[in-house]
């Protein structure tokens, strides 16, 4: 059974950073897509980061609202994918989860068929 395990969530101030880990069990991932999205209260679920697995040289794909602010990447060895998140601000607080697919290039939340519990990180201005 597919297991995601969210971690290093928490409390920053503004323009602080902060590395969001995710370890996958259960299965071998390779050519899958292992994505983050973020919910905010009241809002819907958005499409931060993905990575396709071992696949196509770890294929990257991020939301614009977090192009250069935000980077992906892969530990295949751990099964783990981590989102490095820079130059924090307010808006960026949300619950952030990592999710995984079968699907490529999947960056709509109904494309992905695992999730992780979320982690709670919220910004102080």
């Known amino acids: 059974q597919v297991q995601l395990v969210e971690s290093g969530g928490g409390l920053v101030q503004t323009g602080g950073s902060l590395r969001l880990s995710c370890a996958a069990s259960?299965?071998?991932?390779?050519?899958?897509?292992m994505g983050w999205f973020r919910q905010a209260p009241g809002q819907e679920r958005e499409f931060v980061a993905a990575?396709?697995?071992?696949?196509?040289?770890?294929?990257?794909y991020y939301a614009d609202s977090v192009k250069g602010q935000f980077t992906i990447s892969g530990d295949y060895a751990k099964n783990t994918v981590y989102l490095q998140m820079n130059s924090l601000k307010p808006e960026d607080t949300a619950i952030y989860y990592c999710a995984l697919t079968e699907v490529a290039d999947a960056t709509l939340p109904h494309e992905y068929n695992y999730w992780g519990q979320g982690t709670q990180v919220t910004v102080s201005s």
């Open positions: 990575i396709r697995w071992r696949w196509s040289a770890g294929t990257i």
């Open positions: 259960g299965r071998t991932f390779s050519g899958y897509t």
